[in-house]
């Protein structure tokens, strides 16, 4: 079975930085697509960067320039690095990985608030 364990928010002022963590935990897994999903109280959850098993990165517009998606592999462990924090980036980030295979099946973390002070 193979688990997301997302790590690294916490509070900050507006123009902050913060950086979020995934780790995978699994004894052997092969995992397609990874990405960072957020949720702010009362909105859907919307997609924010996502990253391929080759490492090209997508992001979201509200959040190009800013927030950089990484992975690492070896590691087993993908990262959003977060500049320029506003507090309407406050809500709680997910990470999430399409596991290999059919049928498509999407694993999901479970979230790590990030709050962003004016």
């Known amino acids: 079975q193979v688990r997301l364990v997302e790590s690294g928010g916490g509070l900050v002022q507006t123009g902050g930085s913060l950086r979020l963590s995934c780790a995978v935990r699994?004894?052997?897994?092969?995992?397609?697509?990874m990405g960072w999903f957020r949720q702010a109280p009362g909105k859907q959850r919307e997609s924010v960067a996502s990253?391929?098993?080759?490492?090209?990165?997508n992001y979201a517009d509200f959040v190009k320039g800013r927030f950089t998606i990484s992975r690492d592999n070896a590691m087993s462990t993908m990262s959003l690095e977060m500049n320029s924090l506003n507090p309407e980036d406050t809500a709680v980030y997910y990470c999430?990985?399409?596991?290999?295979?059919?049928?498509?099946?999407?694993?999901w973390g479970q979230g790590t608030q990030v709050t962003v002070s004016s």
């Open positions: 999430n990985a399409e596991k290999c295979g059919s049928p498509r099946s999407v694993i």
């Open positions: 699994a004894s052997s897994f092969c995992l397609n697509d």
């Open positions: 990253i391929t098993s080759s490492g090209k990165a």
